[in-house]
């Protein structure tokens, strides 16, 4: 697509009515055909390299792994999703019907930020924080806020020992959330020392569902925001945004 001030790249209406129906009819191909899943998926993962930060990726694991239930007593039942699942497929009518293109304007050059996140959580004393420092072309601004008591009930839930990978990305998310206005339409180079964050972060999915819903959130408000992201490791030791979230 490209016009007088604008060039993008975006899916045909007819493949994304296509996959819609697609989308629609899943509960049903799925429980005649086990690898539906698979067949899906891979159409969504190609659609996906067309949004804008190929932020569809993120709602693509759980659609390739899709298994139809087994033992159920009705055909409903058969025909029936896991909740994971059942979030993608809610998630890609819309990406389709209102698709989010990687634009280009010509003529007008992106700035750039560089943001250092960092979250902890403790899982013994129930307790972390996250906040970050963002460097500008006009300055800086830094934010740090301790987790609020109804996201420590979702990290404290499945008895995980360790959440400090969830911390961190939720202090990216909290970084578009609250500096967005700055970040519209920019580029942002972001600084973290985690390798399992940067690992989820690249690869625009997560092995765990909790870090899958956030990494999906992040890369859609990266692309409701029209904000480049690059992803880059530094040491611990270097990380200048590790005081803002204690």
Known sequence: VSGEDIVAIRNTDERAEMLKTEIKNFPTALANDPDKGKNLGGKLNFVSQHCA?????????????????????????????TPEVQTCLDWWPALLEHQLCDATTPGEPRQRFLAFPDGYWDQESESGGVGYLLLGPTGHTHAGAMVPDHIKA?????????RNTQAELLAIWCLLLTAGHQLRGQTVYIADDSTATIGNMLRQSAKSEDSRTIVGNIWLLAALLNVY??????PGCLNPGDPFSR
């Open 229 to 234: 992201i690059e992803v880059h490791h530094i």
């Open 53 to 81: 930060n190929g932020c569809g990726r993120s709602f693509v694991a759980d659609v390739v792994n899709a298994r139809p239930v087994r033992g159920g007593a009705t055909l409903v039942d058969a025909q029936r999703l």
């Open 154 to 162: 979702e990290l404290l839930h499945g008895g995980l020992r360790q």
